[in-house]
């Protein structure tokens, strides 16, 4: 039968502008935080990381900001483009555990409308 | 180039068979592999740590004996799902950690239905 879950929340953004997508975790201990975009039918794909230690990263037309205090992450994306268009997760893990599994967001499907 | 290689990317098998999946690390050797369950419109779930030399650890509500893995050498880990059965069919996807506590590289996923 069908499977019945969470359905991935969903942005809409005009080609060219920019989008913002976030991101709630739970865990006080991670200290590393990634974000990964995920296209149909394939694994996800790195987009940018951010350690603990900092707040904002920024990497080629995206940006990770970090909010530990509310334990909130976003992605802000510029210029949005069609080849935008996808499911983005983010995941954390906990490297002072001497982990290095990692645990994904539930998602948010991206479309980037021409 | 891919960094993680997995196949099969798509199989179809009949209820009650057993489908093997492989995941290999081709730029480096890894000691451990992660796999991952996803359904359709849901996140990433990790199922299992598999451990290059001894045993995997499964994440709890997975079962062991239903989903085999075998982790022989550094840069090879499979899959294997066993007596497989509609309510099996999902997206399988691997990864591998570049380094401990860093971000990971994920193979293309497989798409495993069973009829």
Request: glycine letters at 8%; hydrophobic letters at 35%.
């Amino acid at each position: 039968g069908e499977s019945v879950g969470l359905h991935l929340p969903t942005l809409s953004v005009q080609e060219g502008d920019n989008s913002i997508i976030n991101c709630a975790y739970s865990n006080s201990a991670s200290d590393y935080f990634i974000w990964y975009k995920q296209e149909s039918g394939k694994g996800p794909q790195f987009i940018i990381d951010i350690r603990s230690n900092m707040d904002k990263r920024q990497g080629q037309r995206v940006t990770v900001l970090l909010n530990k205090t509310v334990k909130h992450l976003s992605l802000q994306i510029a210029a949005t483009q069609p080849g935008d268009s996808a499911v983005y997760f983010c995941a954390e893990t906990s490297r002072g555990t001497g982990a290095n599994n990692l645990f994904f967001g539930t998602g948010t499907r991206l479309t980037v409308i021409p | 180039g891919a960094v993680v290689s997995q196949h099969p990317s798509r199989v179809i098998c009949k209820s009650g068979t057993s489908v093997k999946i492989e995941c290999r690390s081709l730029d480096f050797q890894a000691t451990t592999m992660f796999w991952y369950r996803q359904f359709p419109k849901q996140s990433l779930m990790l199922m299992a740590t598999s451990n290059e030399g001894s045993k995997a650890t499964y994440e709890q509500g997975v079962e062991k004996d239903k989903f085999l893995i075998n982790h022989a050498s550094l840069t090879l880990s499979t899959l294997t799902v066993t007596s497989a059965h509609p309510e099996d069919s999902s997206f399988y996807i691997c990864s591998v950690p570049r380094l401990r506590g860093t971000e990971a590289f994920f193979g293309q996923g497989t798409r495993l239905t069973v009829v």
